[in-house]
């Protein structure tokens, strides 16, 4: 039990910090960012499927537990793979 609760400490402890420090990350005032940067920069990588179908159903998935939208795109290389974002 006591394992349990310094664990639980460092993790409020880690979560307090990078909490601090997520506006200083932030763009200093007066600088642009372009519209394409910004569209692309609200995307989130989820991972790599072997097809696009397991890859639409994953984004359906994460479409139905609260994100807006999804896109499956084609592995760089011709793999075969399609890697979901979601946004």
Do not use: H
Not at 15 to 27: E, S, V, W
Not at 76 to 81: E, L
């Amino acid at each position: 039990m006591r394992k349990r609760a310094v664990l639980v400490s460092v993790g409020i402890a880690v979560l307090a910090i990078t909490g601090i420090n997520a506006p200083a990350q932030a763009a200093a005032p007066g600088t642009s960012v372009s519209a394409g940067a910004r569209s692309e920069a609200a995307w989130v990588y989820i991972g790599s499927y072997s097809s696009r179908a397991y890859c639409v159903d994953a984004g359906q998935q994460y479409v139905r537990e609260g994100f807006s939208k999804y896109r499956c795109d084609a592995a760089p290389g011709g793999t075969g793979y399609y890697e979901l974002f979601v946004s």
